[in-house]
């Protein structure tokens, strides 16, 4: 029977896969030649701390694996980021913290700004159902496509696809990493990504420019990472996405259900 129960060593192993692709991103990123983009990563306790200079979003400016024993080191991060002109941003992890842990977080400023959904699924064999939807691995010298429909696909300004390209096209060579492209009738319409480390999976990206949403396109790559996690013989498949958006629909459509649902705590 090809389900996951919930329990600790899930939820740990779930986070765990997240800080995996999210470290060997930043890892390339920070090898590119005088490190661009002034990417930093720090350990306090069990608590990861990436950092960027010149990319300024959530995502690059994080805490992630905090757990209870972290409380004596909430006052280092705070002042690692804020040493660095950035506000501070904490992803809690449902049952690795207490309530004493949160009450702590109010009390030096912090509040609950957002939640953020995990999805897992056990790899299986994926069909491919579409006859318009061509899906293929980007080759190396397509990453300013993939750039392309990165940014469009998520709403960043054309001016970001020279960076894009440059941060992804790192990532190339690394092991574990994947990039695909997905046709419709022929046409680039979207990009995905996944990682693969210790028979874990992860769907670290996914975009589809506008004007081919609503047409399977997402469910499609979802339906191709999960099969290529089930030939490279993983054991789990994470996906991470805002809570009830299209791409957690797409995800629950496939087969995934919930993990957890993190809250992200900043500053005041």
Avoid at 39 to 53: D, L, V
Avoid at 76 to 101: C, H, L, M, T, W
Avoid at 187 to 195: D, E, N, R, T
């Amino acid at each position: 029977m090809n389900t996951l129960i919930p329990s600790i060593d899930l939820i740990k192993e779930i986070e765990l896969s997240e800080i995996d692709y999210m470290t060997d991103r930043m890892l390339a990123i920070q090898g590119r030649d005088s490190n661009p983009e002034g990417i930093e990563i720090h350990q306090f306790g069990n608590a990861i701390c990436f950092y960027s200079k010149t990319m300024p979003w959530p995502t690059f400016n994080t805490v992630k694996g905090l757990t209870n024993n972290d409380l004596e080191h909430l006052d280092a991060i705070i002042d690692f980021y804020r040493q660095r002109g950035r506000k501070v941003q904490f992803e809690v992890i449902p049952s690795v913290v207490d309530q004493n842990f949160l009450k702590r977080l109010t009390d030096i400023g912090m509040y609950a700004a957002g939640f953020h959904s995990s999805l897992i699924i056990k790899p299986e064999e994926k069909k491919n159902n579409s006859e318009h939807i061509r899906i293929q691995e980007l080759e190396e010298d397509q990453f300013e496509l993939y750039a392309t429909i990165h940014c469009r696909g998520t709403g960043l300004s054309d001016d970001g696809i020279p960076y894009v390209a440059q941060n992804n096209k790192v990532l190339y060579h690394r092991p574990g990493w994947k990039f695909y492209i997905a046709y419709v009738n022929d046409v680039p319409a979207a990009v995905s990504v996944l990682f693969i480390k210790n028979q874990k999976a992860s769907l670290t990206f996914a975009a589809t420019l506008p004007e081919f949403r609503n047409q399977g396109v997402h469910q499609q790559l979802l339906n191709r990472r999960i099969t290529e996690a089930l030939n490279k013989e993983c054991n789990l498949v994470v996906g991470q996405c805002s809570f009830l958006s299209q791409s957690h629909r797409n995800m629950e459509h496939v087969g995934m259900k919930l993990g957890y649902i993190r809250t992200a705590w900043t500053e005041r």
